[in-house]
């Protein structure tokens, strides 16, 4: 095929028909040979009517179609140019296209021309190769290049017309193609390839469309590109093939700007999925291996694992710089050979090291091809690196600073090795795109490093370390911090000792995580524990509780932010008497008590549910039920029992299976209770009390009901002071005969009703005395002249502490000794 005559018309409108861009082919009279279904839609023209007619034609302008019909008369110098210029529209309007014209070279150096149009109008170029341009339209110039390379091969495959634009994309010469099938051109696999396919194009006729390739000559191409090309038959007017038109487009830039932002997605993906740094800095390695660089290491200052501050400053000059702990490693090697250091192992920077300048300047380092001659920083490292660099082929180094609201976290290392290319500017620019996103993760994670470790304080202060349930019951438990994710919550338990042998058991949960769950915990437990020294029933507690939580919030409160000032929490309050055996619960949106009974059968307590805390919606109601001896109370927090894959009932039911064992230990019980829950990581804090209850029998407590008369207060003197002596303490004789007569003479005073009198011996000895009146004593501070008002003064001075607390049917007055007298 060497030349355009008539019989290729129907070749070129075939071919260019089913390209995919707004395209001309122009024979070298100037002669439209050649259109595109874009062409068609961008100007109006079918190929029937331009094809076989002069292109000056299509412009609009008289001076412009008298100045491309000189330019074609004079053999098209030069080969390459572009410009804005006026083109007719078949309907009649003018329309502004820029055009991009390149000449396509055959035997003997013939011209023939590919055209492209756009509509988008540039600043004209300049002229690419010095030629004169005085016969093109004074609107178009040279470009440097254009995008499309075109190949056109007769039936033998051999290259009749080529652009040159197609040499400065496959590397191979003008003068080596021509006459040439493509592997005598360049022998290799992958020309035979593309030859079998384009043997396929010619048999069928079907094109072939978006085939990658690779530059055959390299060293003539800048660098390693990818290319696509599309393959057509060229048909004679009797539908015979002619021979293949090619049209390639470099696609690497585009490619690799896909490939970019590819990784950069999934960059927000794989980058910090936990908030452990350590394993923020392996996530940077792995993504960028291989896909950037063939090893990478990520190194952090020793104090950012800790959540403490980042490195303040360097070390002295001349000395190594111990700060860093290897966080992240990844190679394309297996073993990751090249590095000097394991992961999680302390790493030392040598002061030729170019990480020194990065840390210093807080700039990256970017060095493609380093040199290793004498003097270089290559050469000055260590003898070890220095192998580890030669041994492996190491050849092209970023090292990117990983740095955040000013602070140094550390530096990834990116290095490339063996055949692969040198880095390129674009891929420095990648790199400091992902190590910012690890230094938001790792910043993030730094500070909720630093927010956990005051909260677990905090809350590790709070919660009780010696809690006893002295001799109303044995107590155990467990508390589990939520998971590093989802931070410390607001979990607390209680063991208040009670007067009377009485113990007060307490679980509550502050919703949240972070310091200010940690920090609303500790307030409640404040709160509870003033309120519990009240001796105030369950339901009266979790009320004042209720409006202490109301009031807080209040006070803290923006008007600004009405909104933003919250606190919610469930609380569970439960007093157990050993003497009675009874136990008092009452709950503000808490999971109910788990009993297990002596026998090891489990129940969940029937308590009414009451609102959380700090709502103020219902009334607090309080159950009271008789425990047998060594039966076990189970209070938990909703950690314990409930997922989010599971309902809560589910929960309770796991928990009750743990515990429904008779006579195991408390600890033995914790253990199987929190062994049962789901293998992973709690989501929340998980929090178990458990207490075995004690009982009280007639040999440690006495009772009398005595009636209201004066004339009982020395009987009831001699009632205690038999007991005392029953129980072996007589040296406490003298001072309990006087706090019962004191606290009987009282009752009988003040009071209304009979009087009931309790001695209690148990880690101390307490004298309660109740009667049916709702007043409450006043201890007072009378003066010298007055006669009376001195009761529970002298009371409180012979008991160790002394109290009031109402009961079902009146009040009672309990005073407190020591069973051994202090120091």
Request: proline share 7%; hydrophobic share 40%.
């Amino acid at each position: 095929m060497t030349g355009m005559t008539g019989s290729t018309l129907t070749a070129a409108r075939t071919a260019f028909q089913a390209i995919d861009e707004a395209m001309a082919l122009i024979d070298a009279e100037g002669t439209v040979v050649g259109w595109t279904q874009s062409a068609q839609q961008l100007v109006g023209y079918q190929a029937a009517e331009v094809v076989g007619r002069s292109a000056a034609l299509l412009l609009a302008a008289a001076e412009d179609r008298a100045k491309a019909s000189a330019f074609s008369e004079t053999g098209g110098s030069p080969r390459r140019w572009s410009g804005v210029t006026r083109v007719r529209h078949r309907d009649g309007h003018g329309i502004d296209l820029r055009l991009g014209v390149q000449s396509l070279i055959g035997p003997g150096r013939r011209a023939r021309w590919v055209v492209t149009a756009t509509e988008h109008a540039t600043v004209p170029s300049r002229v690419a190769d010095g030629s004169v341009t005085a016969s093109l339209p004074v609107s178009l110039r040279l470009p440097d290049n254009l995008p499309l390379g075109v190949v056109i091969r007769d039936t033998g495959l051999r290259c009749t017309w080529v652009n040159d634009t197609q040499g400065f994309k496959d590397g191979i010469p003008l003068e080596q193609r021509l006459g040439r099938t493509l592997s005598e051109a360049a022998p290799g696999t992958e020309a035979e390839t593309l030859e079998g396919l384009m043997r396929q194009v010619l048999e069928s006729g079907v094109p072939a469309t978006k085939v990658e390739y690779r530059p055959f000559a390299t060293a003539r191409v800048r660098a390693e590109r990818t290319l696509v090309a599309s393959y057509f038959r060229l048909d004679d007017a009797h539908g015979r093939a002619l021979g293949v038109c090619v049209v390639s487009v470099d696609v690497t830039d585009s490619r690799r700007a896909r490939e970019r932002l590819a990784i950069l997605g999934e960059a927000s993906t794989r980058i910090g999925t936990t908030l452990d740094v350590m394993r923020t800095g392996q996530e940077l390695a792995d993504l960028a291996v291989p896909s950037l660089a063939d090893f990478v290491a990520v190194d952090l200052a020793e104090s950012v694992p800790l959540g403490e501050e980042p490195l303040p400053r360097l070390g002295p000059e001349g000395r190594d710089i111990s700060a860093f702990r290897r966080a992240g490693l990844a190679s394309v090697r297996q073993e990751v050979p090249e590095s000097l250091f394991a992961r999680g192992e302390q790493v030392s920077v040598p002061p030729a090291s170019p990480v020194n300048d990065v840390l210093r300047s807080g700039k990256s380092h970017f060095e493609p091809m380093p040199g290793t001659a004498p003097g270089t920083w290559v050469s000055r490292q260590p003898p070890a690196r220095v192998r580890k660099i030669h041994d492996h082929r190491m050849h092209s180094f970023m090292i990117v600073p990983i740095h955040a609201r000013g602070a140094v976290l550390g530096v990834a290392q990116f290095v490339r090795a063996g055949d692969s290319p040198p880095f390129e500017r674009d891929d420095l620019l990648l790199a400091e795109e992902l190590v910012s996103w690890a230094a938001l993760c790792l910043d993030n994670a730094r500070q909720y490093a630093r927010e956990r470790a005051a909260a677990l304080t905090l809350q590790r202060h709070l919660l009780p370390h010696r809690a006893t349930g002295g001799s109303a019951a044995d107590v155990a438990w467990r508390y589990l911090p939520a998971d590093d994710h989802h931070g410390v919550g607001g979990d607390w338990f209680d063991v208040i000792p009670l007067p009377g042998a009485r113990v007060a058991l307490v679980v509550g949960d502050v919703v949240g995580h972070g310091i200010n769950a940690a920090a609303g915990m500790g307030r409640l437990r404040t709160a509870v524990r003033t309120l519990a020294d009240m001796d105030l029933p369950p339901d009266e507690l979790l009320a004042h509780l209720d409006d202490l939580v109301i009031r807080h919030l209040a006070e803290d409160a923006n008007p600004l932010d009405p909104a933003g000032a919250t606190m919610a929490a469930t609380c569970l309050y439960a007093v157990y008497d050993p003497v009675t055996r009874h136990c008092t619960m009452a709950r503000a949106g808490h999971p109910p008590p788990a009993i297990v009974d002596p026998h090891g059968g489990v129940t969940f307590a029937d308590l009414p549910p009451g609102a959380p805390l700090g709502l103020g919606l219902v009334a607090f109601e309080s159950v009271e039920m008789e425990l047998p001896e060594a039966s076990v109370l189970a209070l938990y927090t909703d950690g314990l029992v409930e997922t989010r894959d599971q309902d809560i009932d589910v929960g309770m039911d796991r928990l009750g299976t743990a515990l429904a064992r008779a006579g195991r230990p408390l600890e033995e019980m914790c253990a199987s209770a929190v062994d049962a829950l789901p293998a992973r990581a709690p989501s929340d804090d998980v929090t178990l009390l458990l207490a075995r209850t004690r009982s009280l029998g007639p040999g440690q407590a006495a009772t009398w009901r005595l009636p209201a008369d004066p004339a009982v207060v020395s009987h009831a003197r001699a009632l205690a002071t038999r007991q005392l002596a029953e129980w072996e303490l007589e040296h406490l004789a003298e001072s309990t005969e006087l706090i019962v007569c004191e606290l009987v003479t009282n009752a009988i005073r003040h009071g209304s009703g009979t009087i009931g009198l309790r001695l209690i011996r148990h880690e101390a000895l307490t004298c309660e005395v109740s009667d049916a009146g709702n007043s409450r004593p006043r201890l007072r501070h009378p003066r010298t002249t007055e006669e009376n008002g001195r009761g529970l003064l002298l009371v409180s001075q012979l008991s160790h502490r002394w109290g009031t607390r109402c009961t079902p049917d009146g009040k009672l007055i309990w005073a407190e000794q020591q069973l051994t007298p202090g120091p």
